[in-house]
T-cell receptor, first 114, second 112 residues
Framework: DGGITQSPKYLFRKEGQNVTLSCEQN?????MYWYRQDPGQGLRLIYY???????QKGDIAEGYSVSREKKESFPLTVTSAQKNPTAFYLC?????????????FGPGTRLTVT | QKEVEQNSGPLSVPEGAIASLNCTYS??????FFWYRQYSGKSPELIMS????GDKEDGRFTAQLNKASQYVSLLIRDSQPSDSATYLC????????????FGKGTKLSVKP
């Protein structure tokens, strides 16, 4: 089955610790994205990547870092510098060709930092 | 600031009725438009995409786009309780990035 996987589904960390969220896709999509969703809020873009070894900051990149060493993988690290890390994190991917550039989402990781 | 606006709801409709969800966007340069359905605690699921003015139908769903009015809507015919979810409108403003701007979503409740 083609799709996007994220792991783990739930993650609990103590304040001050860095944590890495996994995102893998086998859709052969060029572009990958990380979003954050808070209750009652829309999705906010953290980082995106259109090609291996290249990525761009989104609207709320502070306190986060990413890498894109393989086309299939786009892990997100939530660092201790992120002031409010507790949120629902969503990874998405899309083709770059074509007019629509539909984005498809993984199941998400719910991060709780105490 | 590019924006996508949706009524947060909740929008409550009886089973079998037509649910109408609306979305407005701020930038006339917008190229493509998407509707996602998000069940509570789950990730968004793409249900419709549209980029030409007019209507696009897929089963019980119809997306309507009016670029002159900067307005996109989603109609759900014969609404079912399983349609109860939050519906997110997303807009691609173009450019090379293909990035989407999301509205905050409209919560739909279909009553049996």
């Amino acid at each position: 089955d083609g799709g996007i996987t994220q792991s783990p589904k739930y993650l609990f960390r103590k304040e001050g610790q860095n944590v890495t969220l996994s995102c893998e896709q086998n859709l052969n999509h060029d572009a990958m994205y990380w979003y954050r969703q808070d209750p009652g809020q829309g999705l906010r873009l953290i980082y995106y990547s259109q090609i291996v070894n290249d990525f761009q900051k989104g609207d709320i990149a502070e306190g986060y870092s990413v890498s894109r060493e393989k086309k299939e993988s786009f892990p997100l690290t939530v660092t201790s510098a992120q002031k409010n890390p507790t949120a629902f994190y969503l990874c998405a991917s899309s083709r770059l060709a074509g007019d629509l550039r539909e984005q498809y989402f993984g199941p998400g990781t719910r991060l709780t930092v105490t | 600031q590019k924006e996508v606006e949706q009524n947060s709801g909740p929008l409550s409709v009886p089973e079998g009725a037509i649910a109408s969800l609306n979305c407005t966007y701020s930038d006339r340069g917008s190229q493509s438009f998407f509707w996602y359905r998000q069940y509570s605690g789950k990730s968004p699921e793409l249900i419709m995409s549209i980029y030409s003015n007019g209507d696009k139908e897929d089963g019980r769903f119809t997306a309507q786009l009016n670029k002159a009015s900067q307005y996109v809507s989603l109609l759900i015919r014969d609404s079912q309780p399983s349609d109860s979810a939050t519906y997110l409108c997303a807009v691609n403003y173009g450019g090379s990035q293909g990035n989407l701007i999301f509205g905050k979503g409209t919560k739909l409740s279909v009553k049996p």
